[in-house]
DNA sequence: TATTTTATCTACTGGTGAGTATATTGATTG
DNA sequence: CAATCAATATACTCACCAGTAGATAAAATA
């Protein structure tokens, strides 16, 4: 019998020869490198003024390696636009499944909606025009931001009957609080001094209380 | 002396040969028409996507006769926005020269201040990202727009004294309400069954009133 | 009536930006 | 090792669009 000679086991040492499932793994880091510079542009500058050539610089990339990840322009808004709505639908699935009155269900996930509005791609969703996209984009755009309406709706509805919340307009109040809520995604300054978290209890607080007093 | 002969005066008659004021009022008719279809060619797409061939093709015209009325393109812009910005700014002086309590002209200025946003011109001003815009104009813009807002706080700073609003904080309540009597200019369908005075009543009331029941 | 001014057009220039053809290099696989 | 595949680049094409040149014709003015 030979001697067993010891094997080197793979060790923690990072080879330059990749693995399969590594080599996926820095494709799909790069994908996801050139989606957020490229939101990072459109928020920046509007999706049409936003060249690839300019997303493709600021990574110190060629155009071409972007369409070699993505397919074309709009594919890459869409892309950006979809993680900022899954991101919005994860918290309404948790705040729809989350113990409570319907006012604290609807107040944190208004407190996790305004924060996503302030994130690179949160804020895409909410400054993307439906009028840039495809239509066949525009049409799925629309169901998923309704799907989101829709679960504020309940939650409000809820509220209202459990007593937690005024019996108001349910479809006025859902355009209300989105209002208010995505207005940040417009002025908010990430480099500035209030971090996300504050300015969203800020106004998520006046949103639900309102400027009436409660004596 | 000679019989006196009956001069016709000048007659409620629309003759072919105008004089010079008409001549003046014709060219700021058409000034005036140039900008309202460019302000809707700008809604429907956005600035960059709407280009002056279309605007002149809706109104039967060539892109050179819009630079005969026009400088540029930005310029377009920075009137229609002007104009947006010059309603605003006279609800502001009205509601803040009215009687009543701080609560009563906040409210009334911001029932006007939602209408505008539903208004051609309007829209332009909540749509219009500084981006797109000139240092020069930016700076104007920001500064226009900041003379509303602080119109705005001072309306709830004085309420809050008065007794007639909570004591919010007064910086957060006006992105507040700002945001939520923003977005209508983003949903708003004028041809829809709403009208603007409807929905700003709706908005209004749950932006000033809140969801927390006031028992 | 001659000259100038106003309103408008057609036809262009120049720049920008989406998307592509094709070459190159290095790694992967048979 | 040969053939293939992945990642990237350079250098294009094509369309669109802001803005301009210059012509024309009608009206206003001198």
Redesign the interface.
């Known amino acids: 019998m030979s001697k067993s000679v010891a094997i080197t086991p793979a060790l923690p040492l990072t080879s330059p020869f990749r693995s399969k499932s590594e080599r996926e793994q820095d494709r799909a880091d790069k994908r996801e490198a050139v989606l957020l510079a490229a939101v990072r542009m459109f928020n920046?500058?509007?999706y049409?003024?936003a060249s690839l050539d300019d997303v493709a610089a600021s990574l110190g990339i060629s155009k071409p390696t972007i369409y070699h990840y993505l397919g074309n322009k709009e594919q890459v808004l869409v892309e950006c636009v979809n993680r900022g709505l899954s991101m919005l639908r994860e918290a309404a699935d948790a705040a729809m499944s989350a113990p409570g009155s319907g006012?604290d269900r609807?107040r944190a996930f208004l407190l996790r909606y305004a924060c996503v509005n302030m994130d690179d791609f949160g804020r895409c969703v909410i400054r993307t025009?439906e009028?840039?996209l495809s239509m066949d984009s525009a049409i799925r755009f629309r169901a998923r931001k309704r799907e989101i309406d829709a679960a504020v709706r309940e939650m409000?509805t809820e509220?209202i009957a459990d007593?937690?919340?005024?019996p108001?307009?349910v479809r006025?109040?859902s355009?209300?609080?989105?209002?208010?809520?995505?207005?940040?995604a417009?002025?908010h300054d990430p480099a500035g001094p209030l971090s996300p978290q504050q300015?969203a209890e800020?106004?998520v607080d006046?949103?639900?209380?309102?400027?009436?007093?409660?004596n």
């Open positions: 920046a500058r509007g049409h003024a006012h609807l025009n009028e840039v409000i509220g007593g937690s919340i005024a108001v307009d006025f109040a355009f209300a609080l989105a209002g208010a809520l995505n207005w940040p417009r002025w300015v800020k106004l006046i949103a639900l209380g309102g400027l009436i007093p409660h």
